[in-house]
């Protein structure tokens, strides 16, 4: 897409790459979509003190997210991110159930944030719009339609 300016794959999920990929990169604010979740990566953001964001949050109605055996485990990955925006008033219920009353994470009930569907809203073509001199970078992982 022409509107980045820089696209990077990100290491595996290791706590030493994660800290190494945030030192080097130094965001000020790091997005994961959907269920894009890499545990070490949130848990550097939240060391290095920097911004994470979850947005098209969801959690299916038998999601292993839910077993009392891994709810634990999902409860401080989730609750070390600092916003979380889901899907549906059911899926932020269900994130708010897992996180517990006493979560500093914000969570709130947005919509679906699908690229095509934002995209087919923008139908004037004018893109993205940037302030002055303001960079955009995409950093994610190759898909299998993707080759590196």
């Not at 550097?44 to 038998?62: D, E």
């Not at 925006?85 to 699908?114: F, Q, W």
């Amino acid at each position: 897409h022409e509107a980045i300016d820089f696209k990077f794959y990100l290491p595996l999920d290791f706590p030493w790459t994660m800290r190494r990929a945030l030192r080097l990169l130094q965001p000020h604010r790091v997005l994961f979509a959907a269920y894009d979740i890499w545990p070490n990566h949130i848990w550097a953001c939240r060391s290095a003190g920097v911004a994470s964001v979850l947005f098209g949050a969801r959690i299916a109605p038998a999601s292993k997210k839910q077993w009392l055996l891994l709810s634990n485990f999902f409860r401080h990955v989730y609750g070390a991110i600092r916003q979380i925006y889901t899907i549906s008033d059911t899926d932020h219920a269900r994130i708010m159930k897992m996180l517990g009353a006493t979560t500093e994470s914000d969570v709130r009930s947005l919509g679906n944030p699908r690229y095509d569907r934002v995209a087919a809203r923008n139908s004037n073509g004018e893109g993205l719009k940037r302030k002055n001199d303001e960079r955009i970078i995409k950093i994610g992982r190759a898909s299998c339609r993707e080759r590196v």
